[in-house]
């Protein structure tokens, strides 16, 4: 007895040495970063290497407890005056003064960067004369230096689709590393921002961004590019399990996938008929992996295309015209997997889901896929409110959400900002500057078209798809908009729990309608406030008589 107790005290005693040891010694590169972007089995596992995802913004410093009502839904998420400031603090450097938006101290890396035109009418990009710069590890030299827009907009060194223009926003997931500290300046008073960057460990080996490795990196960079914007060039074949049936009203039927340590790699479904809109959200998604149930969506969130067949390709779903649904989440599990589709529209619909399998190994870091819904009609824009996306408990990492939302009038909905809190803070360590900033778009009264990235996407807002687009501007949000974001670099750890939520803030006092899937990996013992609400899916929200009139 005693020497089977020492042996496992002893065999414990090297299993965290080992683990530490692999952890100190996974050096984080451009190379690794880059790598890391779209490999779709690591985001199956909780991090190796830990940090936490956090982000500085211009979102209003007045915001501080809320408690404090007024200052915590203000809505002044930007720079006007230099004693309303939005921003770190001012420096001067060689008789200049720049304005510090970003600052962080020990090994990280900048993960993601949104900005938006100052100027929305203008179609010229960029539309600013202030100069970034970007000094690392404590250097009096920037690293990066040019033009705030033009860096991030996919017309400066970093190239598209690491970063683009998307609607009225520059936006950037290039990996910039760092071994000792970061800081950003401004060269004159910026606008919005938001700078997401990874904290990692004290001690994490880190090798510091530079032009030379940038360079040296190109073929790898050009090589991710094209599979980002292929998603479906480097999933592995396996075994595909099909259903093809009739599914009659308040129906329910499901597949069993193959027995073993196994993990989806793609999934597809698709219906018969979409002329119905509503039939997206009344078709639900249920998936059980070992024995528990860790998905229930309705199939219009779960895949990003909202109410109605939207048509939009990004790097883990895509949506084709021709009606079908497509998820490439791998999705890991022990022993068993059931898929089942329940119908709860009231008329019989023809279904076909598909589901590919391969090997997996699974290990103490393995996690099971989840998804999850809320719906919520009415939803009073006053007094102005947070809406829960989800609240989590337990080890995870968070990777996405789709949001629609239903807006009875044709001003702008959504400035509210999303508020961030992992592992009990007690103030969110992301507090962003309005709901289509989080989606990677600005001015969102008047951004009203169609738009698609490997990591987020409007398929959907008022009329306007991928199959009818926005002829001219207009300003006008009236009707439904479906907006969706998912994470590359930018995934979201948490140990202990994950709080996300939505500021409801509308220029208007109306009550709306809001729904949304949301997505994230965990352990068995990860649990959520989400669980399935029939009632609610069956609560479509109406469009007000003015929008249909109009259409």
């Known amino acids: 007895m005693y020497n089977l107790t020492k042996n496992f005290i002893y065999g414990i005693l090297i299993f965290a040495v080992t683990a530490c040891s692999q952890q100190k010694d996974e050096l984080i590169t451009i190379e690794s970063l880059l790598d890391d972007m779209i490999d779709r089995e690591k ?11 956090k982000q500085h913004s211009s979102y209003n410093r007045a915001s501080k407890t809320p408690e404090d009502t007024l200052g915590w839904f203000n809505n002044k998420d930007h720079n006007t005056k230099e004693i309303d400031s939005c921003f770190i603090r001012i420096e001067e450097n060689n008789g200049e003064k720049e304005w510090v938006v970003m600052e962080d101290e020990g090994p990280g890396a900048i993960v993601r960067v949104w900005m938006p035109f100052r100027n929305p ?56 590393t760092y071994a000792k500290s970061c800081k950003i300046t401004t060269s004159k008073m910026p606008f919005f921002y938001q700078f997401t960057y990874r904290e990692y ?74 002329s119905d809109p509503e039939i997206t959200r009344k078709v639900v998604l249920k998936m059980e992996f070992d024995g528990k149930q860790t998905v229930w969506c309705p199939i219009g969130d779960f895949f990003g295309c ?82 829960n996306y989800v609240t989590l408990k337990g080890r995870g990492v968070y990777v996405g959400d789709a949001l629609t939302v239903m807006n009875p009038v044709k001003r702008w909905w959504g400035e509210g900002d999303e508020k961030i809190y992992v592992d009990g803070e007690d103030f969110p360590s992301i507090f962003g500057t309005g709901t289509e900033d989080y989606y990677a778009y600005s001015w969102g009264g008047i951004s009203n078209d169609f738009y698609e990235h490997p990591f987020h996407a409007q398929p959907f807002c008022n009329v306007y798809n991928k199959l009818n687009r926005l002829k001219k501007q207009e300003r006008n949000t009236q009707g439904y908009s ?27 006092d109306c009550d709306m309608g809001y729904g949304v899937g949301v997505y994230w990996y965990g352990d068995a013992s990860t649990t959520s406030n989400r669980t399935p609400d029939v009632n609610e899916v069956l609560n479509v929200p109406p469009l007000p008589e003015e929008f249909l009139s109009n259409k």
Do not use: C
């Open 43 to 53: 985001v199956t596992r909780f991090p190796n290497v830990n940090f936490l995802l």
């Open 306 to 387: 909202g109410i109605g067949l939207n048509p939009f390709q990004g790097w883990y779903r895509t949506v084709s015209e021709e009606g079908t649904m497509s998820s490439r989440w791998m999705m890991p599990y022990n022993e068993s997997s059931k898929i089942t589709l329940v119908n709860l529209s009231d008329s019989s619909v023809d279904i076909e889901l598909k589901a590919s399998t391969d090997d997996y190994t699974w290990d103490t870091k393995s996690m099971y896929f989840n998804a999850a819904w809320r719906g919520q009609y009415p939803v009073a824009t006053r007094p102005f409110s947070d809406w």
């Open 201 to 274: 460990d004290d001690n994490t080996p880190v090798k510091t961004f530079t032009m030379d490795d940038f360079n040296k990196a190109k073929g790898l960079t050009d090589k991710i590019g094209k599979a980002l914007l292929n998603p479906e060039s480097i999933i592995s074949g396996g075994k595909e399990t099909v259903l093809k049936s009739r599914l009659d009203s308040k129906k329910e039927e499901s597949i069993e996938l193959p027995k073993g340590e196994m993990a989806i790699q793609r999934l597809s479904i698709k219906l018969g008929d979409y």
């Open 121 to 176: 009418d203008n179609p010229d990009n960029p539309d600013t004369d202030i100069i970034i710069r970007v000094y690392l590890d404590n250097s009096d030299e920037p690293t990066i230096e040019g033009n705030m827009l033009g860096v991030f907009n996919g017309t400066g060194i970093f190239p598209y689709p690491f970063a683009h223009k998307s609607l009225r926003s520059a936006v950037s997931f290039f990996p910039i």
């Open 482 to 508: 479906t907006e969706t974001r998912t994470r590359a670099l930018d995934v979201m750890p948490f140990g202990s729990s994950l709080q996300l939520d939505m500021e409801v803030w509308s220029w208007t």
